[in-house]
């Protein structure tokens, strides 16, 4: 078992090389797109199934609470939180729409919408980036894999080097974490 624990953590470790060897200027490419959008007065809408939703939620609240520092409030919602909404466009027309709907609904020409799947195709969050494309907001995916067609779909997309959904899982958190910590600094 003690070895089973250490390649786990290698492989983590790997997929995080990986990332600081190749990706820390989409990391800073995004965390700009995101600073923008803010400085804007819009807002960061997050979105995405499963362990993604969580990361969704997760990353929404560190910005509308705090991240390291007590500060003002920055605009983010993920759109995974509101069951009934969720559960009668599901019913109504279809699981697919569940982004797209509430996209259309609820962002605004100064947001960001970022749809986070780990193989790129959630075809749910497919929609959603293309509803905000379509809206003219900008839009960023982060998956992994071989980035799916989500990955082609968005204005800026981070593609973790990696086919195990853990590994990309705890990327992404990572990702997030950096760009919630370089907002903060940035904007307050």
Known sequence: MRDKVKDILLESIQVKEELL???VGQIMGITNLIKEA???KGKVI????????????????????????????LAAIALTTNTSVLTSLANDYGYETVFSRQIEALAGKNDIAIGISTSGKAKN???????????????????GSDGGELAKLADLSLVVPSLVTARIQEAH?????????????ALC
């Open 46 to 73: 997050l979105f995405g199934n499963g362990g993604s939703a969580s990361d969704s939620q997760h990353i929404a609240a560190e910005l509308i609470g705090r991240f390291k520092k007590d500060r003002p409030a």
């Open 38 to 40: 803010l400085k804007s």
């Open 125 to 143: 969050v497919a929609a959603g980036i293309r509803q905000a494309k379509k809206m003219g907001i900008k839009t960023i995916a982060l998956t």
């Open 21 to 23: 060897r190749k990706h």
């Open 173 to 185: 958190i990572t990702i997030g974490h950096i760009i919630c910590e370089l907002i903060e600094e």
